[in-house]
T-cell receptor
Framework: QKEVEQNSGPLSVPEGAIASLNCTYS??????FFWYRQYSGKSPELIMS????GDKEDGRFTAQLNKASQYVSLLIRDSQPSDSATYLC????????FGAGTRLTVKP | EADIYQTPRYLVIGTGKKITLECSQT?????MYWYQQDPGMELHLIHY???????EKGDLSSESTVSRIRTEHFPLTLESARPSHTSQYLC?????????????FGPGTRLTVL
C-alpha cells in the first residue's frame, strides 16, 4: 500500500475556478506536510507547508490538514492557466514521502 | 530562498562511460538527497545523506554511488552508464533552521545514455 496517495488526474478546471487537490497518508505519526508544484520538465518547487490541523492560507493557495482523517488538501482560488502543472503532496514521517502527483490543467 | 545547483544540466553520453553528476548547496543544510524521475512519472529516492560521511541508499535500487565529504557537496557517480540510466536526476537538500524538513530542489540533470 502506498504511503502517500493522490488522485493522478488529470484534473481540469476553467480559469477563475477553484481547484481542489487531495492527498491521504497512512502514517499517523506524520508531523509535517508539504505541497510542491512541478511544471513539465522542471524540478519541484515548494509552495506550501502545513504542520497543524486546520487551514493555512498564502495568497491564492490554501492548505488544509486533518490529522484525524489523515488527509491534506490544497485549494487554488481564481485558478490561472499558469497554475497548470503537476502538484506533489509530501509527508514527513521521519523520512519525506512524496505522492505520485496530480496533474492540473486550467483552461482559459 | 534556497540555493542549490546541479551540473551539468544536460548530458548525452555513450554506454560504458563513467559519469559524475554534481550537486552543491550554499545553505549549510545537513540533509541532501538524490531522486530519479522519468517524464510524467513519480519521484524515486535513490540516495540520501544526513551529514558529512553519511550516505544511505533510498527506496529505488540504483547502480549509482554517492559521497559526502563536504556539507555543501553531494556528487552522484555512475561507474558504467547504460541506456536504462536515461532519466532526470534531481538533487535536494533540507535542514534550514526555520524549516528543517522542507526540501528544496536543484534544477536537475537530464541524462541520456546512448
Amino acid at each position: 500500500q502506498k504511503e502517500v496517495e493522490q488522485n493522478s488526474g488529470p484534473l481540469s478546471v476553467p480559469e477563475g475556478a477553484i481547484a481542489s487537490l487531495n492527498c491521504t497518508y497512512s502514517d499517523r505519526v506524520s508531523q509535517s506536510f508539504f505541497w510542491y508544484r512541478q511544471y513539465s520538465g522542471k524540478s519541484p518547487e515548494l509552495i506550501m507547508s502545513i504542520y497543524s490541523n486546520g487551514d493555512k492560507e498564502d495568497g491564492r493557495f490554501t492548505a488544509q490538514l486533518n490529522k484525524a482523517s489523515q488527509y491534506v488538501s490544497l485549494l487554488i482560488r481564481d485558478s490561472q492557466p499558469s497554475d497548470s502543472a503537476t502538484y506533489l503532496c509530501a509527508v514527513n514521517e521521519g523520512d519525506m514521502r512524496f505522492g505520485a502527483g496530480t496533474r492540473l490543467t486550467v483552461k482559459p | 530562498e534556497a540555493d542549490i545547483y546541479q551540473t551539468p544540466r544536460y548530458l548525452v553520453i555513450g554506454t560504458g562511460k563513467k559519469i559524475t553528476l554534481e550537486c552543491s548547496q550554499t545553505m549549510g543544510h545537513d540533509k541532501m538527497y538524490w531522486y530519479q524521475q522519468d517524464p510524467g512519472m513519480e519521484l524515486h529516492l535513490i540516495h540520501y545523506s544526513y551529514g558529512v560521511n553519511s550516505t544511505e541508499k533510498g527506496d529505488l535500487s540504483s547502480e549509482s554511488t554517492v559521497s559526502r565529504i563536504r556539507t555543501e557537496h553531494f556528487p552522484l557517480t555512475l561507474e558504467s552508464a547504460r541506456p536504462s540510466h536515461t532519466s532526470q536526476y534531481l538533487c535536494a537538500s533540507s535542514g534550514g533552521l526555520l524549516s528543517y524538513n522542507e526540501q528544496f530542489f536543484g534544477p536537475g540533470t537530464r541524462l541520456t545514455v546512448l
